[in-house]
């Protein structure tokens, strides 16, 4: 079975558990009565997605390129062993953590995001970088390139692939944890589901877990579609070189 395949499965599953929830809680109906909010809800959560996985995509790029370059390859291995220790906290220790620091509303929540986001991309970028053969590194330098042209022109479109599936998993866990933000007056969709849950509204649960579900999953499918269209490019030029010698 190809990983398609067990997306599309996984997918048509989680439509009919949802489709099982929603009739259990009493309809659809019972669910879009709280439509105004799920989209005010949803802004706010792709908001926070936003605004603590871009500057991750940044710091994480860069970070990645950093520990490949030979002055500070040493650090490394220490450097992601942190971040694994970092993401191995349970996010709302992360949020407490970051609450006495900052205090209550997004901060606190968009710092333990932005943690939660980093290895991904940092490690992805790392293997990515780390991956590149050894011949072309030598063709690049032997061409009289920079170290700079080279990372530009070289490394970085080798490892696009591998980069991409780290944003793409550092974003889709995002979308998955913000939910927690609103425990600290974060907003987001965590505010329906962890109210629905206090007060026993499976109705009210359900309008902020379906809407958090199907972020994810659109998310995930715009992400693998962009790498697709980022990646497909440079393949195809490739085997036209390779073709032509």
């Known amino acids: 079975m190809t990983a398609r395949q067990i997306r599309f499965c996984l997918a048509v599953a989680a439509i ?20 105004v909010e799920m989209v005010h809800l949803t802004r706010q959560h792709i908001l926070l997605v936003v605004l603590s996985g871009g500057p991750a995509i940044i ?19 220490p450097v992601l062993q942190v971040l ?6 349970p996010t709302l220790a992360i949020i407490a953590l970051a609450m006495m620091a900052l205090g209550v509303g997004k901060p606190p929540a968009l710092v333990a995001l932005f943690l939660h986001a980093l290895l991904p991309i940092v ?5 990515g970088l780390h991956q590149l053969p050894p011949a072309e590194l030598e063709c690049a330098h032997g061409m009289g390139m920079t170290p700079l042209q080279t990372l530009m022109m070289v490394e970085l479109p080798e490892a696009l692939p591998i980069i991409a599936q780290g944003v793409r998993v550092a974003l889709v866990i ?10 600290v007056g ?15 509204e499976p109705a009210m649960m359900l309008a902020g877990a379906v809407p958090t579900a199907a972020l994810a999953v659109v998310l ?5 579609r962009l790498t697709r269209l980022l990646v497909s ?13």
Request: aromatic fraction near 6%.
């Open 186 to 200: 974060g907003g987001g969709l965590g505010d329906l589901i962890f109210s629905g849950i206090d007060l026993f």
């Open 174 to 183: 995002n979308v998955g944890v913000a939910p927690l933000a609103f425990l």
């Open 16 to 35: 009919a558990v949802v489709a099982a929830a929603a009739v259990a809680s009493g309809g659809v109906d019972a669910i879009l009565k709280y439509r």
């Open 220 to 224: 995930d499918f715009l992400l693998s």
């Open 59 to 77: 710091v994480g790029v860069l970070m990645g390129i950093a520990l490949t370059r030979r002055s500070l390859r040493r650090f490394c291995n």
């Open 233 to 245: 490019p440079g393949i195809r030029n490739d085997d036209a070189t390779v073709a032509q010698l």
């Open 123 to 127: 490690r992805n970028t790392v293997e």
């Open 84 to 89: 694994n220790i970092v993401t191995a906290i």
